[in-house]
């Protein structure tokens, strides 16, 4: 029987052994079939470099928005600095000190280091002696000592109270007296009783002399 007479099942057909039909058409299938299998794989490396640079310059663009950041939030810690750094040496010229008093623990959570000095004291030695409000009164002249209660009395006693004022002295370890004014006012809470007082002493000792 001659090859180009012949045929056989495949299956899904019947395919001509002709050496001018069946083998070229083969050859042809299995070279259009690669030619398309390398087509979807260049696709897919296109795809995957495509996505690989769109997350490149997302991760650039985040890497420029946190340094922007970075430069925004160095500016304004260095604002702070100097400001504070500004006040501070206001309150040294002006003899001006400051400091959190907490009722509920009958003692100052902060001092400042002016006000330490007006007592003739460093904060930590200030925070160590002057542990509570009778401890305070042991330094409070003993000719304003009555008015000086008073006035802590009725700061105490009117919860509404804003603002009050008081000229009194004191004695310091080394027996210096001092001409002091102070300032308390409690700091607003959001909720409940405020328990805090922003205290400010000034010396006005060489005003007095």
Known sequence: MSP?????STGVGYWTLGEDTFLPRLLKDMSSKEQEQKSQQGDTVA???ASANQH??????????????????????????????????????????YAIWDENLDRDVFVSDELARIHGLTAAKYRKQ????EAYLDLVHPEDLASYIQYEDDFAADEKAQQKFLD?????ASGAVRHLRQASQRIPVATGKPHE??????DLSEMKN
């Open 130 to 133: 002057v542990s509570s409000m």
């Open 197 to 202: 007082v922003a205290v400010a002493i000034q």
């Open 168 to 172: 009194y002295r004191i004695i310091t």
């Open 4 to 8: 180009k007479l012949s045929a056989f």
């Open 47 to 49: 795809n995957d470099v």
């Open 56 to 97: 490149i310059k997302f991760l650039e663009s985040e890497l420029q928005q946190t340094r922007r950041k970075l430069n925004a939030s160095d500016q304004a810690v260095k604002a702070l600095t100097d400001e504070l750094y500004v006040l501070k040496k206001v309150m040294e010229v002006t003899r001006l000190g």
